[in-house]
């Protein structure tokens, strides 16, 4: 049988990231968020969608979107009668503005607790953690819309404190490290502040099966283990060396039989001491 072939697109890897977004239903779980209105030929959900396939074909101007997605064949996958001209650039910044307004971390958290049921992710440990994201440019001491994290000087994690930044925070599982939770938070905001909010943020989540949280030094707070105590939640952390109680079982370890050794890392440097692991003593007291 003869077959005519009307149209050829480079499609490239874009059918395969709209298939993952189809079975995240990622649209889907926006467009309850945020409703369609009758008069948008574009959803926020499709919006969504159109934007991370422009972006994972490398593409960030929002007045290029519509352009290379029809020149990749992939307006009719998106939404059927889809034309270039509904993925305009105000439209496009107008769905941005409607997630921000919808809480974009409650529909980012959303997303993500429906890829863990949809993968079957087990999330018995969850990992929190912050990072910085410097800013160039002329920024008010205030944002102009309210809720928006504030561009301030602050400890910067890349050591560049001559510029202002943001504060990421993130909320991962422990399998597969998927992100669950996150929050741009002022740029002058402190960890020790930011994560007994982020754990109380994490458990909110209402994620099933969750243990205990996995934290670096700045959880070890009493507001972060009473939080803990509270909600029956186990916390791995770093004792800080200014804390007695590290000074105490450091100072008991050393007088102790030298206890088999788990994990032996090659130092930061090449003149420096190998890193070592050992396990814990059988009373449980000592150890890493």
């Known amino acids: 049988m003869a077959m005519t072939v009307q149209q050829i697109h480079p499609v490239a890897h874009l059918p395969l990231v709209l298939g993952v977004l189809r079975r995240l239903e990622v649209a889907t779980v926006i467009d309850r968020l945020i409703p369609p209105h009758p008069a948008h030929k ?30 990749r064949g ?30 974009l971390n409650k529909v980012y958290s959303a997303v993500a607790l429906n890829a863990l049921e949809v993968y079957a992710i087990a999330t018995p440990w969850l990992h929190q953690d912050t990072t910085t994201i410097a800013l160039y440019g002329a ?27 943001v504060l990421l925070s993130l909320g991962v599982s422990g399998d597969g490290g998927v992100p669950v ?3 741009m938070r002022d740029g002058n905001r402190s960890d020790s502040v930011e994560t007994p909010v982020a754990i109380e943020e994490c458990l909110a989540l209402g994620c099933e099966g969750v243990r205990g949280i996995v934290a670096d030094s700045k959880a070890y707070s009493r507001r972060t ?53 050992p396990q814990c003593a059988p009373s449980g007291r000592g150890g890493v």
Request: hydrophobic share 40%; net charge neutral; charged share 25%.
């Open 42 to 71: 574009l959803s926020c959900g499709r919006g969504v969608e159109a934007l991370v396939l422009a972006i994972l074909d490398g593409h960030h101007a929002l007045y290029k979107v519509g352009k290379r997605l029809e020149e």
């Open 74 to 103: 992939m307006l009719a996958l998106l939404q059927p009668g889809l034309t270039r001209a509904a993925l305009n650039d105000y439209r496009l910044g107008h769905i941005l503005e409607a997630l921000f307004a919808a809480n």
């Open 139 to 165: 920024y008010a001491d205030e944002p102009k819309t309210p809720g928006a994290p504030r561009p301030a000087y602050g400890h910067s994690k890349d050591g560049r404190d001559d510029l202002k930044q």
């Open 181 to 183: 939770r996150l929050g």
């Open 225 to 277: 283990l009473g939080l803990c105590l509270e909600h029956g939640l186990g916390l791995i952390t770093l004792v800080p060396r200014t804390c007695a109680v590290r000074q105490e079982l450091e100072a008991w370890g050393q007088q102790q039989p030298v206890f088999p050794l788990l994990v032996e890392k090659p130092g930061r440097t090449k003149d420096a001491a190998p890193l070592a692991w």
